[in-house]
């Protein structure tokens, strides 16, 4: 089956395409009423994404309708603390909260190290979203980095500050180390099943990497991301580490081939600091609160800010839920007719 669209793989592997390509963090359930319709059928967060033909029709609506190039699993980063034993809840309108919680070594006695199939819902969403595209537009997979899956299972919920995470990191390293490992192992079984099961690129997403220390981010974090990165060779690999503008250099080192960049990482030193990455990234994500004028000149300049080559155009975190879908629309089509009014092929 050829793939109709490439622009997204080809990009992902820094090879020159016609035009810039495309997609949104969080661009599947957050801002589209047609999610909304599917999510009231499905009645609660976690039977969609154990639903794989909802998973599917919410994963797919956003390429119809958005006109994005590329499509990412309808799934979440904390299916692998369930899998692993660690079972969680999505409360309506307050995000995700562990019943039970780690906090010492006595509670890995309870966990494992998740086996791919254990998530076989997640798989199954694949292939049928990969049957369905028929070919369209590529599949991205995703799992959240070993030390942001860390922090909720510590924490128990979202915090602004992690300090019960980072409290673990230093009263009890080898303990984190041990769990660390532990969500790295999982996350390695879990991507390789969803790479065989269709996912045609995979996203790693450190969300938290930002509340880390520089010394800390490359002992708890950074390490266990590229220990990910060297298991897996089969699809090409985004790690974004939100915040994270102080471990560039380090990125830059490790096996994967894109980087993913916030609106804080200025992009000409983000350039000069991964010279060997793809960039991914990086408009704030309120600059889709302007008017549609105001979008499109912001999107330009973030286009012109990063030229034509090596370039994934995305936002620098995930939409905002109170995002007008004809800004996002706008955004979209921005990039799509600048870059082919400025011939970018010939450059
Ligand atoms: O009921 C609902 O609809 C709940 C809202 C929702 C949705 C639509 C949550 C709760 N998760 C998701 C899906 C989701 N989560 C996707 C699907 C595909 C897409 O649209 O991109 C993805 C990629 C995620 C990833 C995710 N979940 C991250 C990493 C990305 C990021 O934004 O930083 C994180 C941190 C989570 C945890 C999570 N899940 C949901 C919420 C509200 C949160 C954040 C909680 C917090 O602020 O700590």
Not at 146 to 169: N, Q
Not at 320 to 339: A, G, L, N, R
Request: glycine share 6%; aromatic share 10%.
């Amino acid at each position: 089956m050829g793939m109709q669209n490439h622009l997204f793989i080809q990009a992902a592997k820094a090879e020159h395409t016609p035009r810039t390509p495309v997609w949104l963090m969080r661009q599947a359930g957050r801002i589209l009423p047609e999610y909304r319709k599917v999510r009231e059928i499905a009645k609660d967060f976690k039977t969609l994404v154990k639903t794989p033909e909802l998973a599917t029709e919410v994963t797919i609506q956003p390429v119809n309708i958005l006109g994005v190039d590329a499509a990412i699993i309808f799934s979440d980063i904390l299916v692998i603390p369930e899998a692993m034993g660690l079972n969680y809840e999505m409360e309506e309108n307050k995000g995700p909260v562990f019943p039970k919680k780690i906090s010492s070594a006595k509670d890995l006695n309870g966990l494992h190290v998740a086996a791919a199939e254990e998530l076989q819902y997640v798989l199954d969403a694949i292939t049928l979203t990969k049957k369905e595209l028929n070919g369209k537009v590529p599949l991205i997979g995703f799992a959240g980095a070993p030390w942001t899956i860390f922090s909720y299972m510590i924490e128990g919920k979202g915090s602004k500050t992690f300090s019960a995470a980072k409290k673990m990191l230093y009263t009890q390293p080898e303990f984190s180390h041990q769990l660390l490992e532990m969500i790295t192992q999982s996350t390695i079984h879990y991507l390789k099943g969803q790479i065989q099961a269709g996912a045609d690129v995979i996203q790693i997403f450190d969300s938290w990497a930002g509340i880390l220390s520089p010394a800390q981010y490359s002992e708890f974090s950074l390490k266990y991301i590229s220990k990910i990165c060297d298991a897996i060779s089969q699809t090409p690999k985004i790690v974004f580490a939100k915040g994270a503008f102080f471990a560039r250099a380090e990125l830059n080192a490790i096996k994967c081939d894109v980087v993913g960049l916030d609106w804080n990482m200025g992009i000409n030193e983000s350039r000069a600091l991964l010279p060997d990455k793809v960039l991914q990234g990086n408009l704030d994500p309120c600059a889709l609160y302007g008017s549609l004028h105001d979008v499109k000149r912001e999107t330009i300049k973030m286009l012109e800010g990063f030229g034509p080559y090596k370039h994934i155009a995305n936002l620098g975190h995930g939409l905002y839920p109170d995002t007008e879908v004809d800004k996002v629309k706008c955004f979209i089509d921005t990039i799509k007719e600048y870059s082919v009014s400025k011939s970018f092929a010939s450059k």
